[in-house]
Antibody, heavy 125, light 108 residues
């Protein structure tokens, strides 16, 4: 079964740090670009970060740039999100997502085709 | 970055057809994908590559696109289709993902 399992969420004080992990199974993890997406309570989805399959390309949402660091260890089929200087507005469920590439002839597109169950991060004093 | 705009809420009678739309300039250059999210659950991909479905997804779900608008159509909506639906695509730079605000679908 193809799946992603996140861990590492919890209660963090404002200004604190937290490291989230995501383990992939049932597919060749090293072949896929990966993303983190978050969802604040009662709100919509917000893309957070992207990392290429070989860690050569990394991008962040403006809201987390300079505070969050995405990384991966393909030998461990694992994706990470190091979150520093956390704020109340970072409170959210964080999802690890696989970015699948789909090609028809010469046309390709991608989509976030596999999602983990999410891990909740609460930033509060 | 770019923005994707969705109607906040849509309703449909059981067994009828409903269309959920998503507008954004980047949809002229990138396909939209659609995600279904039920309460307390993670999102699930339902449409990608303009009109492709993951294996196992009912064929009552379909997608289309024209200009700056992408649409998700559910033909013969079922009670279990009641959920939040989000569109997404690459932003204008092609490096980031952007999501619409989501549409809450109610099946009456």
């Amino acid at each position: 079964e193809v799946q992603l399992v996140e861990s590492g969420g919890g209660l963090v004080r404002p200004g604190g740090s937290r490291r989230l992990s995501c383990v992939g199974s049932g597919f060749s993890f090293s072949n896929y670009n990966m993303n983190w997406v978050r969802q604040a309570p009662g709100k919509g989805l917000e893309w957070v970060a992207y990392i290429g399959s070989g860690s050569g390309s990394i991008f962040y949402a403006d809201s987390v740039k300079g505070r969050f660091t995405v990384s991966r260890d393909n030998a461990k089929n694992s994706l990470y999100l190091q979150m520093n200087s956390l704020r109340a507005e970072d409170t959210a469920v964080f999802y690890c997502t696989r970015q699948g590439l789909y090609c028809t002839g010469s046309t390709c597109s991608d989509a976030l085709d596999i999602w983990g169950q999410g891990t909740m991060v609460t930033v509060s004093s | 970055s770019s923005e994707l705009t969705q109607d906040p809420a849509v309703s449909v009678a059981l067994g009828q057809t409903v269309r959920i739309t998503c507008q954004g300039d980047n949809l002229r250059n990138f396909f939209a994908s659609w995600y279904q999210q039920k309460p307390g659950q993670a999102p699930v991909l339902v449409i990608f590559d303009k009109n492709s479905r993951p294996s196992g997804l009912p064929d009552r779900f379909s997608g289309s696109s024209s200009g700056n608008t992408a649409s998700l159509t559910i033909t013969g909506a079922q009670a279990e289709d009641e959920a939040d639906y989000y569109c997404s695509s690459r932003d204008s730079s092609g490096n980031e993902w952007v999501f619409g605000g989501g549409t809450k679908l109610t099946v009456l």
